[in-house]
C-alpha cells in the first residue's frame, strides 16, 4: 500500500530551496502558474519507502505579508491547499534572519520539519548550530543539508515520506507577544464563533493579522464574518487603545517581537558567534561595486555576454540551418507536388509552416548560450550587483535596478529575446517600474530583429557598417528609457511604487546541474510559448495572404500566358530527342524534379572538382536527354527549357504578387499607404510589416526581395518588383524601415507574453499600439524630414541620434517626486 | 529640537543602532521583513559608483537601499 504526501518547501530567497529542491525530486519536475498570477509554481515527484511525495517549490520570501504577489501565493497555499507537511529550508550561515519566516510559519498551525541549509557555508562562516536547541525552542524536527553536494537528501526524503505517518506533530511552538496578548485573545475569542472564518484559517493567526492590519487578512473577515461590524469596531479599539498605552502600532510590535524571538532563539543555537571579520563577499564587492572597476567589468560582462551568444552562437546556428533545410526538404518530399501550373494548398501551407518554425529553431543554440550564460550570473550572485550599480540611472527614467535583467534578456545592445525578458519582469517588485519595464522590453534589439538590420545596413551602408550598427544598436536604449519614464508620468502614474531594498546574497561557485537545469527550463518555456503561437498564427498568416485568392479573369490570363509557353516549348524541342520523353505534365514535371535534384547534387559538391564531375556522370548515365536539357547550354532542348522554366517563374510570381493584392493582408497594406508613404513605406513595405508579425524572422528574407538586395548582400538597384514605385530605394529609406523596426513590437509571442504577464488585455494592445504608432512617426520624421532637409540616410540618422539623445537627457533630467507614499507613522 | 539622525546621514565605513522605524506600509514592512528592528546593528560599507543606492552589513548579511528610503530610519551612530 502506498502513502500519498502533499509537501510544500517554503524559504527566505537565497536560502538555497531551489537546490533543495532539484536534489529531493531529481528530473521529474513540471512547472505552472498559481491560478490568476504570473508567479512561478513548480511541483516536483519522488517516491520512497512506498510512499508517493509530491513537493511544491513555494515561492522564496522573507515574510509572509500580503504586500507582494509570491507572500500572498506562498501564505494562500499553506492556509487553502492542506499540505501534509511543510519544510522550512533555512540558510544556516543566515540563522536569525531566516527564522523571522519560521516564526510566521509556525503560527499557521501546520507540521513543519526545519531544514538548516549551507551548512557547509555557515562553518566556513565559523558558526556551529546546535540543532537540539533549536528543536526545543521551536518543538519542530530539525536536520541539516548542504544541498550543492546532496549531502542530507536520504535524510529529507525519508522524513517527507514519513510525514503522513503522524510522527510530524503541530509544532508546540508559541510566539508571545507581550503587551499585545490580552487584544489577541479577545479577538481570537470573537473569531471563535465564526463558523466560517474559523474553518478556513486559524483563529490565533487570523487575530494577529487582523491586529496587524493585514489587506488580505481584513478583507476575509470581512467576507465571511457574521457579524463584521462588531469585530471591525473591537478591532480598530484594540489597535487604538494599544497604540495608545505603548506609543507603537500593532504591526510594529508585533515584526518586532518576531525578530526579538528570532535573535533569542539564534543567540541561544550559535555556539561561536559571528567573527566579525570582513565576509569574502565584501570583499569581493569591493571590486566588482568599485566606484571605477565595478562598471568597466559590468561592461566587459555585458560584451563577453553578447560575443559569446550572438556572435559564437551565430555561428553555431549557421551550422545548424543546413539540417534544417535538409530536414525541411525531406518532409516536403511527402507532400502532394506542385504540376506546371497547379500549387496544391496543402503543399504552400506546410511549406509556409516549416519555413516559419524552422526560422525560430535556428535561435536555439543562441537561446542555449544566452540562457546558460544568464543563469551563471544568476547563481554566482552577480545580477543584484548590476541592479545595485545601474538603478540610479534606471530609476530617473521610471525603471527599477531589476529591471536590469529583462533588458539583458531582451536584447540591451543586440540579440536578445523579448519573450523570457517580458517573462523576467516579475523579479520587480515596484508595480509601476513592473508595467514600464515590460512596456519597453520589446523596444530592445530581438536576435530576429538584429538580423534584419545586419541585411539594410550590408546593403545600404556597405562604408559604414561599424558605426550604423552602432546607432540601431545603442538607439533603441536611448529611446526606450526616455519613454519608459514618459510612460511612468502619464498612463503609469496611478500605479503603485515600491522601494528598492535588495539583499546582496553571497558569492557562490555555479553547479553545473542548477545552470544547465535553469537554461533548459527557459529554453523549454521558450519552445513551447513561442514556437506555438508563432506556428498558429503564421498560419492565420498564411491564410490573410492566400484568401480571397486570384478572380478567374486573371486566373484565365495567366492560364492562356502559360499554355502559349508550353506550346513554344513543345514546337522548339520537336525535332530533338526530349520531344519524345515529353507526353504528359507529369513527364514535364519529371524533368523539373531531375533539374532541382541535379542543382542539389551539384551544390553538396560544393565547388569540388573531382565531387562535381562524378555528379555529372551519375545523371548523364541516369537519364542522357534529360541531362541534355538541363546542363548543355548550347543544345536546343537546353535554351527551349530555359525559357519555358523563366516563364513558368514569371507567371507564378506575377500570380502570388495578385494573390497578395487581392488578399485581406494586401487590402490592409493599402489602407495604410496614405499615412505610411510619408515614411517611405508603399503597401507592399507594408504588407510585409504585417506579415512579419508572426514572426520577425520571415521579414529579412522578404525584404531582401522588396528592397532589390541581391545575394550578395549588395543594393542591385530598383527591384523588378519596383517596390517604391520605381524609385530607387535610398539609404535613407533604410534608415526610416530601421527605426520603424526597432520600435515596431519584435512579435506576436511578444504581445500574448504580455498579456500574461500583465494580466490584461488593455495593456496588452498598448503594448502593441504605441510603439507602432511611435515608430510610424520616427520613420515619418526621418524620411519626409530628413528628405525636406536634403540629409542622406546617414547624416539623418546622426541627427536623428542628437535628438533622441537630448531628450533622453531632458526626461532623465526631470526631477523625481520624493517618496511620498509612506507617511510618517507612528 | 535638532532633527533626528537616520541612517541617510551615516557615510560610508560608519556603524550604527537602529532606533526606530518611521516609515509604514510596504516601505516599513519590507524594512522590518528584511531585519530593521530597534537595537539591531549595522556597518555602512559603500556607495554604488553612481552614489545611490548604498550597501551595508548586518548580521552577517548585505543589503542594498537607496539614501532616500533609509531616511526612514532613524539611528544612533556607533
Given at each position: 500500500?502506498?502513502?500519498?504526501?502533499?509537501?510544500?518547501?517554503?524559504?527566505?530567497?537565497?536560502?538555497?530551496?531551489?537546490?533543495?529542491?532539484?536534489?529531493?525530486?531529481?528530473?521529474?519536475?513540471?512547472?505552472?502558474?498559481?491560478?490568476?498570477?504570473?508567479?512561478?509554481?513548480?511541483?516536483?515527484?519522488?517516491?520512497?519507502?512506498?510512499?508517493?511525495?509530491?513537493?511544491?517549490?513555494?515561492?522564496?520570501?522573507?515574510?509572509?505579508?500580503?504586500?507582494?504577489?509570491?507572500?500572498?501565493?506562498?501564505?494562500?497555499?499553506?492556509?487553502?491547499?492542506?499540505?501534509?507537511?511543510?519544510?522550512?529550508?533555512?540558510?544556516?550561515?543566515?540563522?536569525?534572519?531566516?527564522?523571522?519566516?519560521?516564526?510566521?510559519?509556525?503560527?499557521?498551525?501546520?507540521?513543519?520539519v526545519?531544514?538548516?541549509?549551507?551548512?557547509?557555508?555557515?562553518?566556513?562562516?565559523?558558526?556551529?548550530?546546535?540543532?537540539?536547541?533549536?528543536?526545543?525552542?521551536?518543538?519542530?524536527?530539525?536536520v541539516?543539508?548542504?544541498?550543492?553536494?546532496?549531502?542530507?537528501?536520504?535524510?529529507?526524503?525519508?522524513?517527507l515520506?514519513?510525514?503522513?505517518?503522524?510522527?510530524i506533530?503541530?509544532?508546540?511552538?508559541?510566539?508571545?507577544?507581550?503587551?499585545?496578548?490580552?487584544?489577541?485573545?479577545?479577538?481570537?475569542?470573537?473569531?471563535?464563533?465564526?463558523?466560517?472564518?474559523?474553518?478556513r484559517?486559524?483563529?490565533?493567526?487570523?487575530?494577529?493579522?487582523?491586529?496587524?492590519?493585514?489587506?488580505r487578512?481584513?478583507?476575509?473577515a470581512?467576507?465571511?464574518?457574521?457579524?463584521?461590524?462588531?469585530?471591525?469596531?473591537?478591532?480598530?479599539?484594540?489597535?487604538?487603545?494599544?497604540?495608545a498605552?505603548?506609543?507603537?502600532?500593532?504591526?510594529?510590535?508585533?515584526?518586532?517581537?518576531?525578530?526579538?524571538?528570532?535573535?533569542?532563539?539564534?543567540?541561544?543555537?550559535?555556539?561561536?558567534?559571528?567573527?566579525?571579520?570582513?565576509?569574502?563577499?565584501?570583499?569581493?564587492?569591493?571590486?566588482?561595486?568599485?566606484?571605477?572597476?565595478?562598471?568597466?567589468?559590468?561592461?566587459?560582462?555585458?560584451?563577453?555576454?553578447?560575443?559569446?551568444?550572438?556572435?559564437?552562437?551565430?555561428?553555431?546556428?549557421?551550422?545548424?540551418?543546413?539540417?534544417?533545410?535538409?530536414?525541411?526538404?525531406?518532409?516536403?518530399?511527402?507532400?502532394?507536388?506542385?504540376?506546371?501550373?497547379?500549387?496544391?494548398l496543402?503543399?504552400?501551407?506546410?511549406?509556409?509552416?516549416?519555413?516559419?518554425?524552422?526560422?525560430?529553431?535556428v535561435?536555439?543554440?543562441?537561446?542555449?548560450?544566452?540562457?546558460?550564460?544568464?543563469?551563471?550570473?544568476?547563481?554566482v550572485?552577480?545580477?543584484?550587483?548590476m541592479?545595485?550599480m545601474?538603478?540610479?540611472?534606471?530609476?530617473r527614467?521610471?525603471?527599477h535596478?531589476?529591471?536590469t535583467?529583462?533588458?539583458?534578456?531582451?536584447?540591451?545592445?543586440?540579440?536578445?529575446?523579448?519573450?523570457?525578458?517580458?517573462?523576467?519582469?516579475?523579479?520587480?517588485?515596484?508595480?509601476?517600474?513592473?508595467?514600464?519595464?515590460?512596456?519597453?522590453?520589446?523596444?530592445?534589439?530581438?536576435?530576429?530583429?538584429?538580423?534584419?538590420?545586419?541585411?539594410?545596413?550590408?546593403?545600404?551602408?556597405?562604408?559604414?557598417?561599424?558605426?550604423?550598427?552602432?546607432?540601431?544598436?545603442?538607439?533603441?536604449?536611448?529611446?526606450?528609457?526616455?519613454?519608459?519614464?514618459?510612460?511612468?508620468?502619464?498612463?503609469?502614474?496611478?500605479?503603485?511604487?515600491?522601494?528598492?531594498?535588495?539583499?546582496?546574497?553571497?558569492?557562490?561557485?555555479?553547479?553545473?546541474?542548477?545552470?544547465?537545469?535553469?537554461?533548459?527550463?527557459?529554453?523549454?518555456?521558450?519552445?513551447?510559448?513561442?514556437?506555438?503561437?508563432?506556428?498558429?498564427?503564421?498560419?492565420?498568416?498564411?491564410?490573410?495572404?492566400?484568401?480571397?485568392?486570384?478572380?478567374?479573369?486573371?486566373?484565365?490570363?495567366?492560364?492562356?500566358?502559360a499554355?502559349?509557353?508550353?506550346?513554344?516549348?513543345?514546337?522548339?524541342?520537336?525535332?530533338?530527342?526530349?520531344?519524345?520523353?515529353?507526353?504528359?505534365?507529369?513527364?514535364?514535371?519529371?524533368?523539373?524534379a531531375?533539374?532541382?535534384?541535379?542543382?542539389?547534387?551539384?551544390?553538396?559538391?560544393?565547388?569540388?572538382?573531382?565531387?562535381s564531375?562524378?555528379?555529372?556522370?551519375?545523371?548523364?548515365?541516369?537519364?542522357?536527354?534529360?541531362?541534355?536539357?538541363?546542363?548543355?547550354?548550347?543544345?536546343?532542348?537546353?535554351?527551349?527549357?530555359?525559357?519555358?522554366?523563366?516563364?513558368?517563374?514569371?507567371?507564378?510570381?506575377?500570380?502570388?504578387?495578385?494573390?497578395?493584392?487581392?488578399?485581406?493582408?494586401?487590402?490592409?497594406?493599402?489602407?495604410?499607404?496614405?499615412?505610411?508613404?510619408?515614411?517611405?513605406?508603399d503597401?507592399r513595405?507594408?504588407?510585409?510589416?504585417?506579415?512579419?508579425?508572426?514572426?520577425?524572422?520571415?521579414?529579412?528574407?522578404?525584404?531582401?526581395?522588396?528592397?532589390?538586395?541581391?545575394?550578395?548582400?549588395?543594393?542591385?538597384?530598383?527591384?523588378?518588383?519596383?517596390?517604391?514605385?520605381?524609385?530607387?530605394?535610398?539609404?535613407?529609406?533604410?534608415?526610416?524601415?530601421?527605426?520603424?523596426?526597432?520600435?515596431?513590437?519584435?512579435?506576436?509571442?511578444?504581445?500574448?507574453?504580455?498579456?500574461?504577464?500583465?494580466?490584461?488585455?488593455?495593456?496588452?494592445?498598448?503594448?502593441?499600439?504605441?510603439?507602432?504608432?511611435?515608430?510610424?512617426?520616427?520613420?515619418c520624421?526621418?524620411?519626409?524630414?530628413?528628405?525636406?532637409?536634403?540629409?542622406?540616410?546617414?547624416?539623418?540618422?546622426?541627427?536623428?541620434?542628437?535628438?533622441?539623445?537630448?531628450?533622453?537627457?531632458?526626461?532623465?533630467?526631470?526631477?523625481?517626486?520624493r517618496?511620498?507614499?509612506n507617511?510618517?507613522?507612528? | 529640537?535638532?532633527?533626528?539622525?537616520?541612517?541617510?546621514?551615516?557615510?560610508?565605513?560608519?556603524?550604527?543602532?537602529?532606533?526606530?522605524?518611521?516609515?509604514?506600509?510596504?516601505?516599513?514592512?519590507?524594512?522590518?521583513?528584511?531585519?530593521?528592528?530597534?537595537?539591531?546593528?549595522?556597518?555602512?560599507?559603500?556607495?554604488?559608483?553612481?552614489?545611490?543606492?548604498f550597501?551595508?552589513?548586518?548580521?552577517?548579511?548585505?543589503?542594498?537601499?537607496?539614501?532616500?528610503?533609509?531616511?526612514?530610519?532613524?539611528?544612533?551612530?556607533?
Open positions: 500500500m502506498s502513502t500519498r504526501v502533499y509537501a510544500a518547501l517554503a524559504g527566505q530567497p537565497n536560502s538555497g530551496k531551489s537546490t533543495i529542491f532539484n536534489m529531493l525530486t531529481g528530473a521529474r519536475q513540471f512547472v505552472a502558474n498559481y491560478p490568476g498570477v504570473t508567479v512561478e509554481k513548480k511541483v516536483g515527484y519522488f517516491s520512497q519507502d512506498s510512499a508517493k511525495v509530491e513537493l511544491v517549490d513555494l515561492p522564496g520570501t522573507y515574510s509572509l505579508t500580503s504586500y507582494s504577489m509570491e507572500e500572498r501565493v506562498a501564505r494562500d497555499f499553506v492556509l487553502n491547499d492542506d499540505p501534509t507537511v511543510v519544510l522550512n529550508v533555512v540558510d544556516a550561515s543566515n540563522l536569525r534572519r531566516n527564522l523571522y519566516l519560521t516564526m510566521q510559519l509556525l503560527e499557521m498551525d501546520i507540521p513543519v526545519l531544514d538548516l541549509n549551507m551548512i557547509d557555508v555557515a562553518k566556513k562562516k565559523g558558526y556551529e548550530i546546535d540543532k537540539e536547541v533549536l528543536e526545543e525552542e521551536l518543538g519542530v524536527k530539525t541539516t543539508s548542504d544541498g550543492k553536494r546532496g549531502v542530507g537528501r536520504e535524510e529529507l526524503r525519508h522524513i515520506a514519513h510525514a503522513g505517518d503522524g510522527q506533530g503541530l509544532p508546540s511552538f508559541r510566539m508571545d507577544y507581550g503587551p499585545l496578548e490580552p487584544a489577541i485573545g479577545r479577538l481570537q475569542n470573537l473569531l471563535e464563533l465564526e463558523p466560517e472564518l474559523k474553518s484559517c486559524p483563529t490565533r493567526w487570523l487575530a494577529i493579522k487582523l491586529l496587524e492590519d493585514d489587506e487578512a481584513v478583507s476575509l470581512k467576507e465571511h464574518a457574521l457579524q463584521w461590524s462588531e469585530l471591525e469596531n473591537s478591532l480598530v479599539g484594540e489597535r487604538q487603545a494599544f497604540e498605552d505603548f506609543t507603537i502600532r500593532p504591526a510594529q510590535h508585533i515584526a518586532f517581537r518576531r525578530h526579538e524571538t528570532a535573535e533569542r532563539v539564534a543567540k541561544a543555537a550559535l555556539k561561536a558567534k559571528y567573527p566579525g571579520r570582513r565576509s569574502l563577499t565584501d570583499r569581493i564587492d569591493g571590486v566588482l561595486c568599485h566606484r571605477v572597476a565595478g562598471p568597466i567589468i559590468m561592461c566587459a560582462v555585458f560584451y563577453s555576454l553578447f560575443e559569446l551568444a550572438v556572435s559564437q552562437g551565430g555561428r553555431l546556428a549557421a551550422m545548424v540551418t543546413p539540417y534544417l533545410s535538409q530536414a525541411q526538404f525531406f518532409l516536403e518530399g511527402f507532400l502532394p507536388a506542385p504540376g506546371y501550373m497547379h500549387e496544391p496543402i503543399t504552400s501551407l506546410a511549406s509556409w509552416f516549416m519555413t516559419s518554425v524552422s526560422a525560430l529553431l535561435y536555439i543554440p543562441q537561446f542555449f548560450i544566452l540562457f546558460a550564460l544568464i543563469a551563471i550570473l544568476e547563481d550572485g552577480y545580477l543584484p550587483r541592479a545595485f545601474l538603478d540610479r540611472i534606471f530609476k527614467f521610471g525603471l535596478g531589476n529591471s535583467l529583462p533588458f539583458i534578456l531582451g536584447g540591451i545592445y543586440v540579440g536578445g529575446c523579448a519573450v523570457p525578458g517580458v517573462m523576467a519582469c516579475r523579479a520587480v517588485p515596484d508595480e509601476r517600474a513592473r508595467l514600464a519595464t515590460i512596456l519597453t522590453v520589446p523596444l530592445m534589439n530581438c536576435l530576429a530583429k538584429t538580423a534584419f538590420y545586419i541585411m539594410l545596413v550590408g546593403a545600404f551602408f556597405p562604408n559604414n557598417q561599424a558605426g550604423a550598427m552602432f546607432f540601431i544598436s545603442t538607439i533603441t536604449l536611448i529611446m526606450a528609457l526616455p519613454i519608459a519614464r514618459v510612460l511612468s508620468l502619464t498612463v503609469l502614474k496611478t500605479h503603485e511604487t515600491a522601494p528598492f531594498i535588495m539583499e546582496m546574497p553571497t558569492y557562490h561557485l555555479p553547479t553545473v546541474r542548477a545552470v544547465l537545469t535553469r537554461a533548459f527550463e527557459r529554453i523549454w518555456v521558450y519552445i513551447k510559448k513561442v514556437l506555438t503561437i508563432v506556428a498558429a498564427v503564421a498560419v492565420v498568416i498564411w491564410a490573410l495572404l492566400q484568401f480571397p485568392g486570384v478572380d478567374q479573369a486573371k486566373t484565365d490570363h495567366f492560364q492562356q500566358q499554355q502559349a509557353a508550353l506550346a513554344k516549348f513543345e514546337k522548339a524541342i520537336a525535332k530533338t530527342p526530349l520531344a519524345k520523353r515529353i507526353n504528359s505534365e507529369d513527364d514535364l514535371m519529371a524533368l523539373f531531375f533539374r532541382a535534384d541535379y542543382r542539389a547534387a551539384k551544390a553538396a559538391a560544393a565547388g569540388d572538382r573531382a565531387a564531375k562524378a555528379v555529372n556522370t551519375r545523371f548523364k548515365a541516369m537519364d542522357p536527354v534529360f541531362f541534355e536539357a538541363v546542363k548543355n547550354r548550347r543544345s536546343k532542348s537546353y535554351k527551349a527549357f530555359n525559357k519555358l522554366r523563366k516563364t513558368r517563374a514569371r507567371i507564378w510570381r506575377e500570380r502570388q504578387g495578385e494573390r497578395i493584392n487581392n488578399s485581406i493582408l494586401g487590402k490592409m497594406g493599402m489602407v495604410l499607404e496614405p499615412i505610411s508613404q510619408f515614411a517611405g513605406f503597401w513595405v507594408n504588407v510585409a510589416m504585417i506579415s512579419s508579425f508572426a514572426a520577425r524572422e520571415s521579414a529579412t528574407a522578404t525584404f531582401k526581395v522588396l528592397y532589390g538586395i541581391g545575394n550578395d548582400g549588395k543594393y542591385a538597384g530598383p527591384a523588378m518588383g519596383d517596390s517604391a514605385g520605381g524609385k530607387p530605394i535610398t539609404p535613407l529609406n533604410a534608415t526610416a524601415l530601421m527605426l520603424f523596426m526597432a520600435l515596431f513590437p519584435p512579435c506576436l509571442a511578444t504581445i500574448i507574453i504580455v498579456r500574461v504577464a500583465t494580466q490584461s488585455y488593455r495593456w496588452m494592445l498598448f503594448a502593441f499600439a504605441y510603439p507602432s504608432i511611435l515608430g510610424m512617426l520616427a520613420a520624421l526621418v524620411y519626409t524630414g530628413g528628405g525636406a532637409l536634403g540629409l542622406s540616410g546617414w547624416e539623418a540618422m546622426w541627427t536623428y541620434y542628437g535628438l533622441a539623445l537630448a531628450f533622453a537627457v531632458f526626461m532623465g533630467w526631470l526631477p523625481l517626486k517618496y511620498s507614499s507617511p510618517k507613522g507612528a | 529640537m535638532s532633527r533626528k539622525i537616520t541612517l541617510e546621514d551615516l557615510s560610508p565605513g560608519t556603524s550604527g543602532k537602529v532606533l526606530a522605524l518611521n516609515a509604514t506600509g510596504d516601505l516599513g514592512q519590507r524594512l522590518l521583513d528584511l531585519g530593521f528592528y530597534p537595537g539591531v546593528e549595522f556597518r555602512v560599507i559603500r556607495n554604488a559608483p553612481l552614489n545611490d543606492p550597501e551595508l552589513e548586518m548580521m552577517g548579511y548585505l543589503i542594498s537601499l537607496r539614501h532616500k528610503e533609509a531616511g526612514f530610519v532613524e539611528v544612533q551612530p556607533l
